[in-house]
């Protein structure tokens, strides 16, 4: 069996068009794996969850009986001492939980915005 001229560059043509395509698709195209949909999912729920958990944060620094103190401590602060010191609070802990959350300090401390006043 022979095959015709043409077959073998049309091979190689739509082999290259196949990895073009790819390429464009995964760089430009917006295409992403299952693994990295599933990551990026993931990331926004704990981010969604995060933010729902503020009005929780901030009710529990408004009970707190110590509060003026802690604030206190919080403005005289900077970086990553004034994220563990609103960790050590116990504000930022979700409800059920035994430790703190980065993130949901992070997001408290933003809210009360000890910059500011």
């Given amino acids: 069996m022979t095959f015709p001229e043409w077959t073998k560059p049309g091979i190689y043509g739509a082999l290259g ?7 464009i698709g995964f760089t430009w195209g917006g295409w992403t794996t299952s693994s990295n949909a599933q990551a990026m999912a993931q990331k926004m729920a704990n981010d969604e969850v995060t933010l729902a958990l503020v009005p929780v944060c901030l009710g529990l620094s408004a009970a707190d009986s ?6 206190a401590t919080l403005q005289d602060l900077s970086g990553f001492g ?20 980065r993130n949901l300090a992070d997001a408290c401390l933003a809210e009360l915005a000890l910059d500011e006043s």
Avoid: F, Q
């Fill in 82 to 101: 004034r994220r563990k010191a609103m960790m050590e609070t116990g504000w930022a802990t979700h409800p059920g939980s035994d430790k703190p959350d």
């Fill in 17 to 23: 068009g196949a990895i073009a395509i790819s390429i």
């Fill in 66 to 71: 110590e509060r003026v103190e802690k604030l």
